[in-house]
């Protein structure tokens, strides 16, 4: 297997790896993240994955131009690092992980950055696999998250979380609101689920979607991708199915 690189030039005849399904739903969620990947290329956007049909990739960008709550300057940030399935346990990421420090290493960075977690959550890889690759961790935000680098520079001051990521709020202190971008092509379709189950349960609920990484870096969660605050204060990042929402709410 090789390492393909997605780019202007052939991302309409692709796969992006995070919905391949052939069906209409799965197409039109990968449709959604293509356009969102359309128009970040030019901000220096990077999507390389395995040539093979799976979750298998590693998505990143330089800390100015990230869709995350980050402050920091002259460093590369991993949007994701996926490898499921099959393809696990063969040093895929590992080989992932050094495309990436390849790059930013050509490209003169000073290092490479990741939010990650203090312990095992959803959609994050594990700090474990980082920290066994040198990377340290230089900041934290509630309620769970912690940003790591590994820095070719060491005089290079460290990234951090933003204060409005450290302080986990959003404006609105009524019910649920859903803070997402298409940087992920499930975000947009089961945000409007979970809205609904709101709007069924008559629970407050707003929805936001992130135009642009001002946005991002101002608004959005430390995972950027998804936020979910609950009376203005941050409760997960993590996309639920229906079923898991609605107990996610009778829990509190």
């Not at 230089?138 to 302080?167: G, I, Q, R």
């Not at 189950?197 to 998804?226: M, W, Y």
Request: aromatic letters at 10%.
């Amino acid at each position: 297997m090789k390492i393909i690189t997605i780019n202007k030039g052939n991302i309409d005849q692709e796969h992006i790896c995070c919905a391949i399904g052939n069906d209409k739903t799965n197409q039109s969620r990968a449709e959604s993240k293509k356009d969102w990947m359309k128009e970040r290329f030019n901000d220096g956007l990077v999507f390389k994955r395995l040539d093979d049909r799976g979750k298998i990739f590693i998505e990143y960008m330089p800390i100015e131009k990230v869709w995350k709550p980050l402050v920091g300057k002259n460093l590369i940030i991993i949007n994701c690092l996926w490898v499921s399935g099959k393809f696990k346990g063969k040093g895929i990421s590992t080989e992932l992980l050094s495309e990436c420090i390849k790059d930013a290493k050509k490209q003169r960075m000073d290092g490479v950055a990741v939010v990650s977690s203090i312990k095992v959550k959803p959609f994050l890889t594990d700090k474990k696999f980082y920290l066994h690759n040198d990377f340290e961790i230089v900041d934290s935000a509630p309620p769970y998250f912690e940003l790591l680098v590994l820095k070719f520079n060491k005089n290079a001051k460290n990234p951090s979380f933003t204060e409005n990521a450290k302080k986990g709020i959003c404006n609105n202190k009524k019910g649920f609101t859903f803070i997402y971008s298409n940087q992920c092509p499930f975000m947009e379709e089961y945000v409007g689920l979970l809205s609904n189950i709101c709007k069924n349960k008559k629970i407050p609920s707003v929805i936001i979607k992130l135009k642009n990484n001002k946005e991002a870096q101002e608004i959005g969660s430390p995972f950027g991708t998804l936020g979910i605050y609950y009376n203005g204060e941050f409760k997960t990042h993590e996309l639920m199915s229906e079923k898991k929402f609605e107990k996610f709410i009778e829990e509190g």
